[in-house]
């Protein structure tokens, strides 16, 4: 994609700021100076989520916590949302529109709080925003919001969410609800790399499982009265593992042998977590 060089280089490996020369230069050199864009976008966010997010445990569940206020100062972050939002995204083959825009969304879920991270209530003081879903109103859900450019377009987090749910041609790959991250506690944890299409497979294969392993978000077994605690993710989507069987069978690779066993011989009964929305790392509000 040396085409995209013209476009996006100069937020990335050549510099934020070149002078003409030099920039002419980099597009003679383009195949060493710039490469492959694509990959040279994931370089970009791979930095941000290696550097800034870190495990934690925020109101006794633990996750993978993020650092909004050093990611909102941070030159690459703004690189990043800078290069997908030029970026030409035709000819995109399956797992580089997974790779591409699962992180599209977990960049932009984190843009919204970087940009509206104060809540402003008509009466009362401003402070730091708890939630996500303080950011919209009950006419004006965050979800539906616009949320950043994207390949030259206006995008909201639904949109993207909506696409990666019916990405045509491709047909669904329902791990994505385990890797996309509403910038919530009881979201799947922000991986700590960046999704790239030669490894997508597998990096959602890890963060289904991850996921999984959490037992205040994700899922637990109680043997003793029969029941099966699973993420409201599964609840709420839940026809999006019909194409797997249903959702026990869509979790059933991840979870331990004895529990597969035992879910088979009792089918125990689900109930889901209630589902925690304050934010996955301390807002950078300046009230």
């Avoid at 991270?117 to 859900?141: A, D, Q, T, V, W």
């Avoid at 963060?207 to 609840?235: C, M, P, R, T």
Wanted: proline share 6%.
């Amino acid at each position: 994609r040396g085409q995209y060089c013209s476009e996006v280089v100069i937020n990335m490996h050549c510099g934020l700021r070149l002078s003409l020369a030099v920039f002419a230069a980099c597009l003679l050199l383009r195949p060493t100076c710039c490469g492959h864009m694509a990959a040279s976008v994931y370089d970009l966010w791979d930095s941000v989520v290696s550097k800034y997010v870190h495990l934690g445990t925020l109101e006794g569940i633990s996750l993978h916590v993020v650092d909004y206020e050093a990611i909102s100062k941070d030159a690459n972050y703004s690189a990043f949302i800078d290069a997908i939002a030029k970026a030409n995204i035709t000819g995109f083959d399956r797992n580089e529109t997974y790779a591409f825009f699962v992180n599209v969304y977990n960049a932009l879920a984190i843009k919204m709080i970087i940009d509206h991270p104060c809540y402003n209530p008509m009466f009362g003081s401003c402070r730091p925003i708890k939630s996500i879903k303080e950011i919209g109103s009950l006419l004006h859900p965050v979800w539906g919001m616009p949320a950043g450019v994207v390949a030259g377009k206006e995008w909201s987090l639904d949109d993207v969410e909506n696409y990666l749910r019916d990405p045509k041609p491709f047909k669904e790959d329902s791990r994505l609800h385990a890797s996309i991250v509403c910038a919530s506690i009881s979201c799947p944890n922000v991986r700590m790399e960046a999704f790239r299409p030669e490894r997508i497979g597998e990096q959602m294969d890890l963060q289904v499982k991850d996921f999984l392993a959490n037992s205040k978000k994700g899922h637990s077994l109680d043997e003793s009265s029969n029941v099966l605690h699973l993420s409201s993710i599964f609840k709420w989507f839940a026809g999006d593992f019909d194409p797997y069987g249903g959702v026990l069978k869509f979790i059933a690779p991840y979870i331990p042998e004895s529990e597969r066993q035992f879910i088979a011989a009792h089918s125990p009964g689900i109930e889901y977590f209630d589902y925690n929305w304050d934010v996955n790392g301390k807002p950078p509000c300046q009230c």
